[in-house]
């Protein structure tokens, strides 16, 4: 492939096996609960709390493997690292479709933790900032972030299609022994798009500067290279805050059906209209970041996330307030999304070496995604605690507390980077 395919061809053949890869690993553990959230409990006979819980242990496992998987992928080549981890995901999609108890559940979200995160994350934030070179982070993580928007997307589609396709009748009238097996073929056939893409990922997904951007091995000194950079540690908070927004965008479907009164199906669909705005705003702020400052368009999308997470807090967005409605979710999307586009974009201009991405990105992580551990729990609590609306006015207020502290963070981190 190298010697007949322009160097343009393949830096964009690179660039959307990234893109794919980058959202198919976490379809399994994350995208199918965002979208299909109603479906997936009743399916799988669980509660909020329980498949929060079962999320959490995916955040613990993590926790370790981004520290040990930065490093890695240091070292060796993002397309193997993240071949392996692709096929390993795709395996537990086998286990989930057999429907365990939720003792086997966390179990599952255990392993999707270290297979998802050991091998891959890192990896693939290391390649992101290796394409964009040294003039567009900003476009690099913007296309990447919104790329797998489109790819989560388009998988949510895919499964409102199997649905409907193969439901004998509304989804909420069929028993629940029709329910698992409409919702398997879901997850069958994500796990062999998935496997699909490992494939892909390991043949194609070649770069020339491969070997430029390995280290022969990592030393204790190089991880205090990357500690000694102020803006590891505020990123950390910025990463945190950020992405506790990101891991409630699983709210908005719910909270289309039970207080919007959204049926199943439409609750779905706003899960997947959400993903679709997803690609449109990490492209538009990655391409408007390159061309000023990109942590100045970060610490907009946490003003955005902050009015947008009040207006739900507060209680203006009630049943018969679909305006409103709207308009919250735009302004909370459109900042979560935003942000999550950008702060890996912050390293070039953060002084972070390159050869040191891995291993910066591992320490980052390890403080920066700690709401995998605490967030989904803590929303499933307070929803099943306080039924209705309320109990989503203090997920929104959550929201709202962690993005304030996101932009304080970023306000820092603007100022520091100037100078």
């Not at 390993?88 to 108890?101: N, Q, R, V």
């Not at 392993?111 to 964009?132: D, E, H, Q, S």
């Amino acid at each position: 492939m190298s010697t007949t395919l322009s160097p343009g061809i393949k830096r964009s053949v690179y660039l959307l096996l990234l893109i794919l890869a980058g959202e198919a690993v976490f379809i399994l553990p994350f995208v199918l609960i965002r979208v299909f959230g109603k479906t997936f409990l009743d399916a799988f006979e669980i509660t909020n709390f329980q498949i929060g819980t079962a999320q959490s242990i995916y955040g613990i496992v993590a926790f370790g493997a981004y520290v040990f998987g930065g490093p890695l992928a240091d070292k060796y080549p993002a397309r193997k690292l993240m071949a392996v981890s692709l096929w390993a995901t795709a395996a537990g999609g086998l286990y989930m479709a057999s429907y365990p108890s939720i003792i086997g559940l966390k179990i599952l979200f255990g392993y999707w933790g270290f297979t998802t995160i050991f091998l891959f994350w890192a990896a693939m934030i290391k390649a992101t900032r290796v394409w964009g070179g040294n003039q567009s982070q900003g476009r690099a993580f913007g296309i990447l972030d919104g790329g797998r928007g489109l790819v989560g997307a388009l998988f949510a589609s895919m499964g409102i299609w199997i649905l409907a396709a193969f439901s004998s009748a509304d989804i909420t009238e069929i028993s629940p022994a029709e329910r698992q097996e409409v919702f398997s073929y879901v997850i069958y056939t994500t796990t062999v798009i998935v496997s699909v893409i490992g494939v892909l990922v390991w043949f194609f997904m070649k770069s020339d500067t491969e070997g430029e951007t390995t280290l022969s091995k990592i030393s204790w000194q190089d991880i205090w290279t990357v500690l000694k950079i102020p803006a590891v540690w505020l990123l950390m908070i910025i990463i945190l805050s950020a992405y506790v927004g990101y891991k409630l965008t699983d709210v908005f479907s719910r909270y289309a059906r039970d207080v919007m009164a959204f049926n199943e199906v439409e609750a779905a669909k706003t899960g997947a209209t959400l993903l679709y705005l997803r690609p449109i705003t990490g492209l538009l702020f990655g391409f408007l970041a390159d061309r000023s400052h990109v942590t100045g368009w970060l610490t907009i999308s946490f003003v955005l996330s902050v009015i947008g997470a009040a207006l739900f807090g507060f209680g203006f967005i009630e049943a018969d307030a679909t305006y409103f409605f709207v308009m919250g979710v735009l302004l909370c999307a459109t900042g979560i999304y935003g942000a999550r586009a950008l702060y890996f974009a912050t390293l070039k201009e953060s002084k972070v070496p390159v050869l040191l991405t891995g291993t910066a990105v591992g320490l980052i992580s390890l403080i920066g995604y700690t709401p995998d551990i605490f967030t989904s729990p803590a929303m499933g609590y307070l929803i099943d605690t306080w039924p209705g609306a309320q109990g989503y006015r203090y997920v929104f207020l959550m929201l709202g507390g962690f993005a304030l502290v996101g932009l304080l963070a970023s306000l820092v981190l603007l100022r520091i980077n100037r100078k």
